[in-house]
């Protein structure tokens, strides 16, 4: 990476940053040690622009696709087809004025939809208020005669009505109590009393808790407002349906849409990279980093502005972003590293070292002719139909590695949808001689998994070692590159002692010799404690040394999950092949076998893919990985529906 800085004219900005959009290669920083010097201040400002409407149109825009997935859906399916798109009709002023005055219309009609919804909702409210009260043939408006009073009221369900009667007629012999309606919450009653005994009436009622209802600016009977209210919602209903219709009419325009709401997502990019420039009105300053292969390109952009601009080794203090680069047919691999950590800038990109074994050992775990055939043809079909871009692309094209290395040891293992061809014969062939060579493969070329368990366990073991053993030989190099012959020196002390420990140990196995194993321990002691201060503190850092043992063991027997995720793959592939066999019938074998063998790799999928990451995580990365990288996010296209095809930025 190198460390830039660049001046310029403020009414170049936007323009340059259009340039920096389309390289793809610039990261833009945060100014804010500059604004927490005083001496920087007094000179220069943050810059501004216009993000905040861009991030008004991109929410209108949004709004709209949503009012059209709901009004006028369209069958989607997982994945996106991105179209390919120039960068001249991206950006077409007029493409992006028509989508925003569709946006408008259609967000017109759905904030018209709000308003009829509300309304909608509120009369719904009065008609509810209104039902328990339809049967009273009494206009709403008549509140009694010149000598009564009529009240209308509520008492809980669970008031009887005799005992409530009985007590109004004890305190006013000049009233009367109707029962209108009643259901399992209230009852609605009608309250006719004597102008002189209103109070009392209402006095003796309020006991069984009775609350009078008012119906303001209502006239006529229940009845009629029951009636006028549900014709007005059909009618706030029918223009709420005509609303829908004209945003359904606007489907078309769907695709114009999707391609501004990408061309409003970069323009918000761009803008929120303008507001990290510094300004005092005339000029700007800006800095940031830039991959050293790509300075030759900006220096090409910058031949057409009025700008002055350094790139220069970043300072011993900064710790420049951390970009990945490996070669094209690699690159899918990064996406395991970056689940993890990204490397620091002055470690070691682990994603050359780590891509075989991570590959291997997904197939070791996953070894079945079949089921690789499917990940890989699947993984490439998706690629071909719907070209997807950043991690699902680089999950796809790993698949594509993953699928053809799950088949290459399937043919080791005699591992074709398990033991189909077992199954076959002797289903559905009986007697029927099986060739030679097909029995050779379905015996195991190398290893049967299900038949010799304890063979495949040492196997992975093995395989487990020389993975660790090449984990510390990259830390004997990463010594030797930073400390020179000293730092390599201190690393081999770090390794070799070990290795000589280990050494030791099958020796003492294999021809029952124990000098090995004493030599081993005693290089332990006199080395794993040397940067200790003191004789003793030297000595007893060693001798503790010895108790890592238990690690070391540790990370050897993680490596017996190969075994475990072989065998489970291959078990669980045979029971259902022996369901689908039992009935003999050949219509039942086929959709037990697809629903077992789908069910078994997509359980299997997931789990081998997480326990080959383990692995590097856990056991590899620990003897030499540093990590604590900080990601390299440079202003460039980052598209959903469109791929920009003449932008020099591949990942769109």
């Known amino acids: 990476m190198k460390r830039l800085r660049v001046i310029g004219f403020s009414e170049e900005r936007d323009e340059l940053l259009q340039g920096l959009l389309h390289m793809g290669c610039v ?31 991109l929410a209108g825009v949004t709004g ?21 798109i120039s960068e001249a009709e991206f950006f077409q002023a007029e493409a992006k004025a028509d989508a925003l005055r569709c946006t408008e219309a259609i967000n017109e009609c759905t904030r018209e939809i709000s308003r009829l919804y509300a309304a909608e909702n509120k009369l719904n409210a009065n008609l509810a208020s209104l039902l328990p009260w339809a049967s ?84 006529g009977t229940p009845k009629a407002n029951i009636d006028r209210i549900r014709g007005e919602i059909l009618s706030l209903q029918k223009q709420r349906e005509e609303q829908a219709g004209r945003i359904a009419a606007q ?51 910058l031949s057409g502005f009025t700008c002055a601009w350094e790139a220069d080794e970043p ?33 070691i990109d682990p994603n050359p070292l780590m891509f075989f074994w991570y590959v291997f050992f997904f197939g070791f775990m996953f070894a079945d002719v079949a089921y690789g055939i499917i990940i890989f043809l699947g993984c490439l079909a998706i690629i071909k139909l719907f070209n997807p871009k950043k991690t699902l692309g680089r999950m796809m094209h790993l698949g ?58 040492i196997i992975a073991i093995a395989i487990g070692c020389v993975h660790l053993v090449f984990g510390q030989c990259i830390h004997i190099y990463m010594g030797f590159r930073d400390g020179k012959l000293a730092g390599g020196v201190d690393a081999l002390l770090d390794v070799v002692p070990w290795w000589i420990f280990f050494a030791g140990i099958a020796v003492l196995v294999l021809a029952g010799t124990p000098a090995g194993l004493l030599i081993g321990v005693i290089a332990l002691v006199l080395t794993q404690g040397r940067h200790n201060k003191g ?38 592939a045979q029971v259902f092949n022996t369901l689908a066999a039992l009935p003999g019938n050949i219509i039942v074998f086929i959709l037990v076998f697809l629903i077992g063998h789908t069910f078994n790799i997509g359980v299997n999928l997931v789990g081998t893919y997480v326990h080959a990451a383990r692995l590097q995580y856990l056991e590899f990365f620990g003897k030499f990985y540093k990590e604590g990288g900080i990601p390299f996010r440079p202003l460039q296209y980052d598209t959903k529906y469109v791929d920009i095809v003449n932008a020099t930025k591949e990942d769109n």
């Open 251 to 301: 489907s078309p325009q769907r695709s114009a849409l999707q391609v501004v709401q990408d061309r409003i997502r970069q323009e918000i990019s761009r803008d929120a990279v303008a507001e990290r420039f510094l300004t005092d009105g005339r000029i700007f300053f800006a800095e940031g980093w830039i991959p050293a292969e790509r300075v030759a390109d900006f220096t090409g952009l």
């Open 535 to 572: 004789f003793f503190g030297k000595f007893f850092g060693g001798l503790k040394s010895l108790y890592d043992t238990t690690s070391w063991l540790s990370d050897v027997l993680s490596y017996a999950r190969l075994m475990a995720l072989m065998l489970a793959s291959s078990v669980i």
């Open 27 to 57: 990261e833009i920083s945060e100014p804010d040690d500059k604004m927490a010097d005083p001496e920087w201040t007094a000179l220069l400002r943050r810059d501004t622009s216009s993000l905040a409407d861009r991030k008004a149109e």
């Open 136 to 219: 009273l043939d009494l206009p709403l408006e008549c509140q009694g005669t010149s000598h009564t009073q009529f009240i209308l009221g509520t008492v809980p369900a669970t008031v009887e009505f005799q005992p409530l009667q009985d007590d109004l007629r004890q305190a006013a012999d000049l009233a009367e109590l109707t029962e209108i309606s009643a259901d399992r919450d209230q009852r609605c009653l009608l309250l006719i009393a004597h102008n002189t005994q209103a109070d009392a009436a209402l006095l003796a009622l309020r006991p069984h808790s009775f609350g009078v209802v008012r119906f303001k600016d209502l006239t």
């Open 400 to 457: 594509l590695w993953l699928g053809a290395s799950a088949a290459i040891c399937g043919l080791f293992v005699g591992g074709f949808f398990g033991n189909l061809v077992d199954v076959i014969y002797d289903t559905f062939l009986p007697g029927a001689a099986m060739p030679g060579w097909l029995q050779t493969f379905s015996s195991g070329i190398v290893v049967n998994p299900v038949n010799d368990p304890m063979k495949v366990l």
């Open 64 to 84: 709209a696709l949503e009012a059209l997935d709901k009004y006028a859906p369209v069958k989607k399916g997982l994945f996106t087809k991105r179209r390919p």
């Open 315 to 347: 300072a011993q203090e900064e710790t420049p972003p951390t970009l990945l680069k490996n070669p094209k047919w690699m690159e899918c691999i990064n996406m395991v590293t970056e689940m993890y950590s990204l490397p620091a800038y002055d470690g």
